[in-house]
């Protein structure tokens, strides 16, 4: 089955900086690479998403790189805010979505 | 659209108790999947349903736990005998077929076993 490596597992930026969350995966018939936000108590949800036939999508401050030849895909967030503090997790497909360990973002004002 | 409904919000049971965890998917979305998450941690398929079938139980431990989808009704997780290391919080999304659409997720159950 899809394994899914993230790193690193906690990241602290200061309000205004970018910030960058790396996935690795194992399946090369991975074809959809989403990102999903989650706040403390809350539920995951989806922040972007791209697919295997392109190479880079943005949305606003966020955007994310896909790489399937090095099989690896990554979140940039800039100009961060504090309110962009949460767990990220990044998620590549087999049968259904198998999920990275997350990554602690913490942005100080 | 009510988005994924998953009740209860809190549940909790002593040890040896059974837990049953309901979730209804969004409308128009046939396939159901289950997650856990332990404090500070990932999220951990656990099985992949569609109505009347179960697709991949892969990530579900094989004593204790099932799972349905029935064709009428909400898809249920079922825990017997409930130990210390189930409370967790437990998702469930839904996707109209087909990953490329993304899931979207439930508020979750947060089960506690006391």
């Known amino acids: 089955g899809e394994n899914v490596e993230q790193h690193p597992s906690t990241l602290s930026v200061q309000e205004g900086d970018s910030a960058v969350i790396k996935c690795t995966y194992s399946?090369?018939?991975?074809?959809?690479f989403p990102w999903y936000k989650q706040e403390l108590g809350k539920r995951p949800q989806l922040i972007i998403d791209?697919?295997?036939?392109?190479g880079e999508k943005k949305d606003q401050r966020i955007a994310v790189t896909l790489n399937k030849t090095a099989k690896h895909f990554s979140l940039h967030i800039t100009e961060t805010q504090p309110e962009d503090s949460a767990v990220y997790f990044c998620?590549?497909?087999?049968?259904?979505?198998?999920f990275g360990g997350g990554t602690r973002l913490m942005v100080k004002p | 659209n009510a988005g994924v409904m998953q009740n209860p919000r809190h549940l909790v049971r002593r040890r040896g108790q059974e837990a049953r965890l309901r979730c209804s998917p969004m409308?128009?979305?046939?396939?159901v999947y289950w997650y856990r998450q332990l404090p500070e941690e990932g999220l951990k398929f656990m099985v992949y349903?569609?109505?009347?079938?179960?697709?991949?139980e892969s990530g579900m431990p094989k004593e204790r736990f099932s799972a349905e989808f029935p064709k009428e009704g909400p898809s249920i997780l079922r825990i017997q005998q409930v130990v210390r290391g189930d409370s967790a919080a437990y998702f469930c999304?839904?996707?109209?077929?087909?990953?490329?659409?993304?899931?979207?997720f439930g508020s979750g159950t947060r089960l506690t076993v006391v």
């Open positions: 999304a839904s996707s109209p077929g087909g990953l490329e659409y993304g899931y979207t």
């Open positions: 399946d090369s018939a991975s074809n959809y």
């Open positions: 791209i697919r295997s036939n392109v």
């Open positions: 998620a590549g497909t087999g049968n259904m979505l198998t």
């Open positions: 409308k128009g979305h046939s396939h």
């Open positions: 349903l569609q109505k009347e079938n179960i697709i991949d």
